[in-house]
Protein backbone atom coordinates (compact mmCIF):
# COMPACT_ATOMS: atom_id res chain seq x y z
CA UNK A 1 0.00 0.00 0.00
CA UNK A 2 1.30 3.33 -0.67
CA UNK A 3 1.88 6.36 1.53
CA UNK A 4 -0.29 8.89 1.88
CA UNK A 5 1.58 11.70 0.75
CA UNK A 6 0.32 14.89 -0.52
CA UNK A 7 0.06 15.96 -4.26
CA UNK A 8 3.17 17.32 -5.70
CA UNK A 9 4.81 18.66 -8.94
CA UNK A 10 8.43 17.81 -8.97
CA UNK A 11 10.66 20.24 -10.77
CA UNK A 12 11.35 18.75 -14.31
CA UNK A 13 14.79 17.04 -14.79
CA UNK A 14 15.77 19.43 -17.75
CA UNK A 15 15.99 22.13 -15.10
CA UNK A 16 18.93 20.59 -13.46
CA UNK A 17 21.88 21.92 -11.60
CA UNK A 18 22.71 24.86 -13.89
CA UNK A 19 21.68 28.72 -14.86
CA UNK A 20 17.90 29.18 -15.09
CA UNK A 21 17.16 31.26 -18.61
CA UNK A 22 14.07 33.06 -17.45
CA UNK A 23 12.41 35.49 -19.66
CA UNK A 24 9.94 38.31 -18.01
CA UNK A 25 7.46 39.80 -19.92
CA UNK A 26 6.37 43.17 -18.67
CA UNK A 27 8.21 45.65 -16.31
CA UNK A 28 5.70 47.48 -14.97
CA UNK A 29 3.30 46.87 -11.60
CA UNK A 30 4.01 43.03 -11.20
CA UNK A 31 6.61 43.05 -13.25
CA UNK A 32 9.07 45.37 -11.82
CA UNK A 33 8.22 43.49 -8.72
CA UNK A 34 9.23 40.05 -9.98
CA UNK A 35 12.46 41.32 -11.61
CA UNK A 36 13.54 42.58 -8.02
CA UNK A 37 12.32 39.77 -6.39
CA UNK A 38 14.22 37.51 -9.07
CA UNK A 39 17.84 38.80 -7.96
CA UNK A 40 17.05 37.57 -4.42
CA UNK A 41 15.70 34.51 -5.50
CA UNK A 42 19.35 34.00 -7.49
CA UNK A 43 21.32 34.90 -4.43
CA UNK A 44 19.30 32.15 -2.28
CA UNK A 45 19.63 29.52 -5.77
CA UNK A 46 23.29 29.86 -5.47
CA UNK A 47 23.93 29.57 -2.15
CA UNK A 48 21.75 26.46 -1.17
CA UNK A 49 22.08 24.49 -4.72
CA UNK A 50 24.17 24.85 -8.12
CA UNK A 51 21.34 26.61 -9.63
CA UNK A 52 21.17 30.02 -10.62
CA UNK A 53 18.95 32.68 -13.01
CA UNK A 54 19.31 34.15 -15.86
CA UNK A 55 17.02 36.51 -16.68
CA UNK A 56 15.89 38.73 -19.93
CA UNK A 57 13.64 41.12 -19.66
CA UNK A 58 11.02 42.76 -22.33
CA UNK A 59 8.81 45.80 -22.05
CA UNK A 60 8.42 48.43 -24.48
CA UNK A 61 7.04 51.36 -22.04
CA UNK A 62 9.38 54.13 -20.35
CA UNK A 63 8.54 55.25 -16.56
CA UNK A 64 5.90 57.67 -16.21
CA UNK A 65 4.97 60.61 -13.43
CA UNK A 66 2.45 57.39 -12.44
CA UNK A 67 4.49 55.21 -12.14
CA UNK A 68 6.06 56.41 -9.05
CA UNK A 69 4.65 55.19 -5.57
CA UNK A 70 3.43 51.43 -6.35
CA UNK A 71 6.34 50.77 -9.01
CA UNK A 72 10.04 50.90 -7.76
CA UNK A 73 11.27 53.41 -9.93
CA UNK A 74 11.95 57.52 -8.96
CA UNK A 75 11.49 60.84 -10.23
CA UNK A 76 15.20 60.80 -11.82
CA UNK A 77 14.08 57.60 -13.89
CA UNK A 78 11.00 59.59 -15.41
CA UNK A 79 11.07 59.04 -19.62
CA UNK A 80 13.67 56.02 -19.12
CA UNK A 81 12.96 52.53 -20.28
CA UNK A 82 11.64 50.96 -17.94
CA UNK A 83 13.39 47.40 -18.53
CA UNK A 84 16.85 48.97 -19.00
CA UNK A 85 16.66 50.69 -16.08
CA UNK A 86 15.66 48.51 -13.39
CA UNK A 87 17.71 45.64 -14.92
CA UNK A 88 20.92 48.39 -14.87
CA UNK A 89 20.03 48.69 -11.04
CA UNK A 90 20.34 45.38 -9.97
CA UNK A 91 23.11 43.94 -12.64
CA UNK A 92 25.05 46.92 -10.52
CA UNK A 93 23.66 46.14 -7.11
CA UNK A 94 23.86 42.38 -7.47
CA UNK A 95 27.44 42.15 -10.02
CA UNK A 96 24.80 39.88 -12.59
CA UNK A 97 24.57 40.15 -16.35
CA UNK A 98 20.95 39.80 -17.02
CA UNK A 99 19.70 41.19 -20.23
CA UNK A 100 17.09 44.23 -21.17
CA UNK A 101 15.28 44.48 -23.94
CA UNK A 102 13.71 48.02 -24.68
CA UNK A 103 10.75 45.96 -27.08
CA UNK A 104 7.75 43.42 -26.63
CA UNK A 105 7.87 39.61 -26.72
CA UNK A 106 7.41 37.95 -29.02
CA UNK A 107 8.51 40.45 -31.86
CA UNK A 108 11.53 41.45 -30.69
CA UNK A 109 12.58 38.63 -28.45
CA UNK A 110 11.58 34.86 -28.81
CA UNK A 111 10.50 32.46 -26.17
CA UNK A 112 12.14 29.52 -27.71
CA UNK A 113 15.06 28.41 -25.59
CA UNK A 114 13.82 29.91 -22.64
CA UNK A 115 13.55 27.64 -19.50
CA UNK A 116 10.83 29.81 -17.86
CA UNK A 117 8.13 32.55 -19.44
CA UNK A 118 7.02 35.11 -16.79
CA UNK A 119 4.34 37.05 -18.29
CA UNK A 120 3.21 40.49 -16.20
CA UNK A 121 0.89 41.38 -19.29
CA UNK A 122 -2.29 43.88 -18.97
CA UNK A 123 -4.00 42.17 -21.76
CA UNK A 124 -5.61 39.12 -23.10
CA UNK A 125 -3.96 39.71 -26.57
CA UNK A 126 -0.60 40.21 -25.28
CA UNK A 127 -1.08 36.51 -24.03
CA UNK A 128 -2.17 35.25 -26.65
CA UNK A 129 0.84 36.82 -28.46
CA UNK A 130 2.90 34.89 -25.68
CA UNK A 131 0.94 31.67 -26.15
CA UNK A 132 0.81 31.53 -29.90
CA UNK A 133 4.77 31.47 -30.19
CA UNK A 134 5.29 28.68 -27.35
CA UNK A 135 2.84 26.68 -28.90
CA UNK A 136 4.71 27.33 -32.24
CA UNK A 137 7.64 25.87 -30.33
CA UNK A 138 9.24 22.36 -32.47
CA UNK A 139 11.89 20.72 -31.24
CA UNK A 140 11.43 17.73 -33.29
CA UNK A 141 11.41 20.24 -36.65
CA UNK A 142 13.56 23.26 -35.87
CA UNK A 143 14.72 22.31 -33.05
CA UNK A 144 13.32 25.36 -31.29
CA UNK A 145 12.82 24.73 -27.63
CA UNK A 146 9.73 25.37 -26.15
CA UNK A 147 10.12 26.85 -21.93
CA UNK A 148 9.32 24.53 -19.43
CA UNK A 149 7.12 26.72 -17.46
CA UNK A 150 4.81 29.70 -18.07
CA UNK A 151 4.06 31.75 -15.11
CA UNK A 152 1.64 34.36 -15.72
CA UNK A 153 0.55 37.47 -12.91
CA UNK A 154 -2.45 39.55 -13.37
CA UNK A 155 -3.89 41.98 -11.22
CA UNK A 156 -7.47 44.20 -10.92
CA UNK A 157 -7.57 47.11 -8.25
CA UNK A 158 -7.48 44.74 -4.67
CA UNK A 159 -7.44 40.92 -6.28
CA UNK A 160 -4.91 39.09 -8.46
CA UNK A 161 -3.81 35.76 -9.90
CA UNK A 162 -0.45 33.81 -10.53
CA UNK A 163 -0.70 30.49 -12.28
CA UNK A 164 2.22 28.35 -13.49
CA UNK A 165 1.89 25.68 -15.74
CA UNK A 166 3.83 23.23 -18.31
CA UNK A 167 3.11 23.89 -22.10
CA UNK A 168 2.18 21.17 -24.11
CA UNK A 169 5.38 21.21 -26.39
CA UNK A 170 7.60 20.75 -23.77
CA UNK A 171 5.70 18.10 -21.63
CA UNK A 172 3.41 16.74 -23.31
CA UNK A 173 0.15 15.74 -22.12
CA UNK A 174 1.58 13.72 -19.21
CA UNK A 175 -0.89 13.09 -16.20
CA UNK A 176 0.02 15.43 -13.45
CA UNK A 177 1.13 18.52 -16.10
CA UNK A 178 0.37 21.44 -14.72
CA UNK A 179 -2.21 23.65 -17.61
CA UNK A 180 -1.04 26.70 -18.34
CA UNK A 181 -3.04 30.29 -18.24
CA UNK A 182 -4.82 29.72 -21.80
CA UNK A 183 -6.11 26.30 -20.25
CA UNK A 184 -7.24 27.83 -16.87
CA UNK A 185 -8.91 30.94 -18.89
CA UNK A 186 -9.85 29.96 -22.12
CA UNK A 187 -11.83 32.85 -22.21
CA UNK A 188 -8.26 34.84 -22.81
CA UNK A 189 -8.75 33.18 -26.36
CA UNK A 190 -11.50 35.13 -27.59
CA UNK A 191 -10.68 38.43 -29.68
CA UNK A 192 -14.02 40.00 -29.33
CA UNK A 193 -13.47 40.93 -25.78
CA UNK A 194 -12.72 45.05 -25.91
CA UNK A 195 -9.38 45.31 -23.35
CA UNK A 196 -8.94 48.82 -21.12
CA UNK A 197 -5.33 49.24 -21.01
CA UNK A 198 -5.31 52.99 -21.22
CA UNK A 199 -2.71 54.63 -18.69
CA UNK A 200 -3.05 56.81 -15.86
CA UNK A 201 -1.78 60.43 -15.89
CA UNK A 202 -0.90 60.95 -12.12
CA UNK A 203 -0.31 58.81 -9.28
CA UNK A 204 -3.79 59.70 -7.86
CA UNK A 205 -5.46 58.18 -10.74
CA UNK A 206 -3.21 55.03 -10.94
CA UNK A 207 -4.24 54.15 -7.27
CA UNK A 208 -7.98 54.05 -8.33
CA UNK A 209 -6.80 51.87 -10.54
CA UNK A 210 -5.38 49.59 -8.59
CA UNK A 211 -4.23 49.40 -4.70
CA UNK A 212 -0.88 50.35 -3.72
CA UNK A 213 0.63 47.13 -2.33
CA UNK A 214 -1.58 44.40 -4.84
CA UNK A 215 1.15 44.06 -7.18
CA UNK A 216 4.05 43.37 -4.40
CA UNK A 217 1.30 40.64 -2.76
CA UNK A 218 1.34 38.99 -5.69
CA UNK A 219 4.77 39.11 -7.19
CA UNK A 220 5.86 37.87 -3.75
CA UNK A 221 3.36 34.90 -3.91
CA UNK A 222 4.54 34.00 -7.19
CA UNK A 223 8.27 34.30 -6.24
CA UNK A 224 8.18 31.91 -3.11
CA UNK A 225 6.37 29.61 -5.46
CA UNK A 226 9.42 30.14 -8.01
CA UNK A 227 11.68 29.25 -4.81
CA UNK A 228 10.43 25.67 -3.56
CA UNK A 229 9.90 24.61 -7.16
CA UNK A 230 13.73 25.79 -8.03
CA UNK A 231 14.77 26.08 -4.54
CA UNK A 232 13.48 23.13 -2.95
CA UNK A 233 11.96 20.42 -5.90
CA UNK A 234 8.72 20.44 -5.61
CA UNK A 235 5.65 22.90 -5.09
CA UNK A 236 2.27 21.70 -3.70
CA UNK A 237 0.02 24.13 -5.65
CA UNK A 238 -0.40 25.79 -9.31
CA UNK A 239 -1.06 29.24 -7.80
CA UNK A 240 -3.30 31.32 -5.89
CA UNK A 241 -6.37 33.88 -6.28
CA UNK A 242 -5.39 36.71 -3.54
CA UNK A 243 -7.97 39.47 -2.80
CA UNK A 244 -6.80 42.02 -0.51
CA UNK A 245 -10.05 43.87 -0.09
CA UNK A 246 -11.20 40.24 2.09
CA UNK A 247 -7.85 39.24 2.83
CA UNK A 248 -8.46 35.70 1.47
CA UNK A 249 -5.57 33.87 -0.50
CA UNK A 250 -7.40 30.37 -2.21
CA UNK A 251 -4.42 28.42 -3.59
CA UNK A 252 -5.09 26.47 -6.81
CA UNK A 253 -4.67 22.76 -6.57
CA UNK A 254 -2.56 20.77 -8.66
CA UNK A 255 -3.99 18.06 -11.45
CA UNK A 256 -5.15 14.90 -9.28
CA UNK A 257 -2.16 12.67 -9.22
CA UNK A 258 -2.73 9.15 -11.18
CA UNK A 259 -4.25 7.12 -9.59
CA UNK A 260 -2.21 3.40 -9.79
CA UNK A 261 -4.67 0.04 -9.67
CA UNK A 262 -2.98 -3.03 -7.84
CA UNK A 263 -2.33 -5.87 -10.05
Given at each position: ????????????????????????????G??A?M????????????????????????????V??A?????P???C????????????????????T??A??????????????????????????????????D??????????P????????????D?????????????DK??R????M???????D????????P?????????K???????????????????????????HA?A???????????????????????
Open positions: MQPDLPNRHFLRPSLGNRAIKVLLVGCGNGQLMGLASLDTALRAISSRSLHVTVVDDDTSENLGRQFYRDLGNSKARTLTERINLAHGLWNVHGRAPADIGVAGMDIVITCVDTAGARRAIGAAIACEPEFHNLQPAYWLDLGNRATGQLIIGCPKGAAGPGLPTVEYFPELAESVAEDDASCSVAEALEQSLFVNRVVASHALALLFDLLGRGSIGGFINLATGQTLPIPLPAAPVEVAA
